[in-house]
């Protein structure tokens, strides 16, 4: 598998020869350039948080990473198995000039990555990104003297960043244990199964755990999708929970099962914690252009502008900052809130979704209702080495430049009752399809219809 360097992280499959995967040379290779990046920038002493998902290849990966900062002179606080957004809270508050977090998120366990972050514990902009891949290609390295080699300290983030979430304005944590919530955690085998149990019960929940074994086996395909939860809602209604939650493994993106076993729809995730947050916090919403109409529709009832991005995380928060949106997101079920940090973080999305359900006294399939239905259809296609993706989409385009067509990136075509999103992915060697309508019928035709399409080009 080709080694993918993009704003979502160096990503790689673990394994076979070099320049095919995320190889101990890249590792240590994109992670000094780093180093010499934030050296390069930074005045004074540099420190960097490391921090890693459950994998594996984790603990190997880390000390790779650690070694090769340490090798440059920088110090290193190391979270040990932690999650994304707990490196993103830890890096300003330990007053760092970065992070990496080790995790390739939803990617299957023979994948890993480095996710690298500023200062201000926020992912690293296309542009610096740009200067940090230049730097590895040139090995332009400056090592330090045997004196001056870096430390590594370990710290243990867990109750910090639970502390954090339990003190924003907009969680009631008494509210929640009055209402006597019983909930399912699917952890996929990884750090959600240490972190999501343990605010859980600080929050008066009582918690079946399935899955939260952090070592690497993922019992499932990791990506918090309806096809992968069948385990999640039947063990809610075996145990007859309130409702079920699932994250992914790095535990930035977070799913809902409601107590009858069906599903709250990671696309609605967003929504609903969105309502709650625009009942006191009144500002514009933003999500990417793959997210549901349903967040705009919320926006409207709370008479605040909706907003739409590009893909990705760095360009939701860079639009949220432009915007001033008190909440903000992504349709694959994460919760940036910028009360905590600009990132997204399924703890803070747990404490806010709780919130809300306690607030208003509904069952959890109850509070679904409330919101009007989307239905979603993610396929995708893998890239051949001949095809142009890039002219695919201009050709598509162009196809149907009389509809509303928002070339941002890739290429959404907004049609009267639903929409389909064709662009690249960051994180894999795929071509995208997202499609949404009135219907899963109509939401799943349109897909195939494109898919048939993108199969002329090939």
Known sequence: MTLIKSISGIRGTIGGGAGDN?????????????????????QGDVRVV????????????????????????????????????????????????????????????????????????????????????????DEAFDYAEVDDLGSATKKDYLQKHIDAVLELSTVDSELVRSAGFKVVVDAVNSTGGIYL??????????????????????PHNPEPLPEHLHDLCSKVIETQASL??????????????????????????????????????????????????????????????????????VNVVEMMKEVSAPIGGE????????????????????????????????????LRKTYKDYFMSKNKIELTPNLDVDQLLISIAQKYKEQDVDCTDGVKINFDEEWVHLRKSNTEPIIRIYTESTSPQKASALADRFIKEIGSFL
Not at 35 to 40: D, P, Y
Not at 60 to 74: A, R
Not at 203 to 213: K, S, T
């Open 50 to 137: 490391v921090g890693r998902d459950a994998r594996i290849s984790g603990a190997i990966i880390q000390d790779l990473v650690q070694s090769s900062l340490q090798s440059l002179g920088i110090d290193v606080v190391d979270l040990g198995l932690s999650t994304t957004p707990t490196v993103e809270v830890a890096v300003p508050m330990e007053s760092a000039s970065g992070g990496i977090i080790l995790t390739a998120s939803h990617n299957p366990k023979q994948w890993n990555a480095l996710k690298l972050l500023n200062e201000k514990g926020e992912f690293v902009s296309a542009e610096d990104g740009a200067v940090i891949l230049k730097i590895a290609e």
């Open 331 to 366: 349709g694959n079920g994460g919760i940036i809130y910028p009360e905590l940090h600009y990132g997204r973080d399924s703890l803070v999305g747990v404490a806010l979704f709780l919130t809300h359900l306690a607030q208003s006294k509904l069952t959890c399939s109850e």
């Open 197 to 218: 149990p343990a605010l859980l019960r600080q929050m008066g929940v009582e918690v079946v755990e399935l899955y939260c074994e952090p070592n690497g086996h993922f």
């Open 244 to 313: 079920g939650f699932v994250v992914d493994p790095d535990v930035d993106r977070l799913a809902i099962v409601s107590e009858d076993g069906s599903l709250f729809g990671e696309e609605y995730t967003l929504v609903a914690v969105a309502d709650h947050v625009l009942k006191t916090q009144k500002g514009n919403t933003v999500s990417n252009l793959s997210s549901t109409r349903a967040l705009r529709d919320v926006s409207e009832k709370h008479g605040v502008d909706y907003f739409a991005s590009a893909v990705g995380e």
């Open 22 to 42: 995320l190889t101990p040379l890249d590792v240590v290779k994109f992670s000094t350039a780093y180093g010499m990046w934030l050296k390069a920038r930074t």
